[in-house]
């Protein structure tokens, strides 16, 4: 059963959008962070990595498990389909933009027990307070400056080389709560393909709970693998159109609660979202 087809009389919440690609309903608005060739993507102090190891561990992850379980009741379905994979190699993960706090912390639980990065933009390092913190959760910083892509490169590659999965959100900006997939490129598959991993796709649904909070459910899909007699440009728009379509069955057929309604607006109409 769709979305559409399970409403309740409640009045819900409409969105109005112009751009899918661009337009950010998150509400946070943070002083942009630079990450520029001085921008230290590997931490080679053994004080940091033990501390990292143990913040992840021992408080990030168990903190996820407690709090999207009372929050959302969370269930993950198909979690063992990381097991097709070498034990000890690394991945990629594709997933949809819906939560706040929740698409931090899912990665983390999705693919348990193997350590996840996720790939996130500058503004999340921007309080001085909470940078350590979420750069020893695993962050991955999208460069601002062209002279720090080599560093965020070689992160990911080491991240692979390590059996980590990186966690990617291609739609790149946070639709609450939204049940559809939205269309998004291909450039970010670029790196499943010069780091030779394989791909898998996270989708986050929901379904009706108490109150005005969801049960959340994740589907994990995968391993994905490009066609290796295609050249680099065709596997990358397989590999999206792969993980895109994936995602939308998936939303499809396990999306059973609405919160948000997102209509798209023409940029003609005069009225305001």
């Known amino acids: 059963m769709t979305a559409e087809k399970n409403l309740t009389d409640r009045k819900i919440p409409v969105r109005y959008y112009r751009d899918e690609l661009h337009d950010e309903f998150s509400g946070i608005v943070r002083k942009p962070f630079p990450v520029d060739g001085k921008y230290k993507y590997a931490r080679k102090n053994p004080v940091w990595k033990l501390a990292s190891v143990l913040f992840y561990r021992g408080i990030m992850t168990p903190f996820a498990y407690l709090w999207c379980k009372i929050k959302f009741h969370l269930r993950v379905e198909n979690r063992q389909a990381f097991r097709q994979i070498k034990r000890g190699s690394g991945c990629f993960v594709y997933g949809n933009h819906t939560l706040m706090a929740g698409d931090a912390f899912i990665p983390s639980l999705a693919a348990f027990p193997r350590r996840t990065d996720v790939v996130v933009g500058s503004d999340n390092l921007a ?147």
């Open 127 to 273: 309080v001085p307070l909470t940078r350590p913190f979420i750069e020893m959760a695993g962050a991955i910083p999208v460069p601002t400056e062209m002279h720090a892509t080599r560093g965020f490169l070689n992160a990911m590659e080491k991240k692979i080389l390590l059996g980590h999965s990186v966690q990617i959100y291609p739609e790149a900006h946070i639709w609450p709560y939204y049940t559809g997939i939205r269309r998004f490129g291909s450039a970010s598959f670029r790196y499943p393909i010069r780091f030779g991993a394989p791909v898998f796709c996270t989708t986050t649904t929901f379904q009706k709970g108490r109150g005005k909070t969801p049960r959340v459910t994740v589907f994990v899909d995968g391993p994905f693998y490009p066609d290796p007699e295609k050249q680099p440009r065709a596997q990358e728009i397989e590999l999206r159109d792969l993980v895109y379509e994936t995602m939308c069955r998936r939303a499809r057929e396990n999306n059973t609660a609405e919160l948000i309604r997102y209509i798209k607006k023409d940029s003609a109409e005069g009225e305001t979202p």
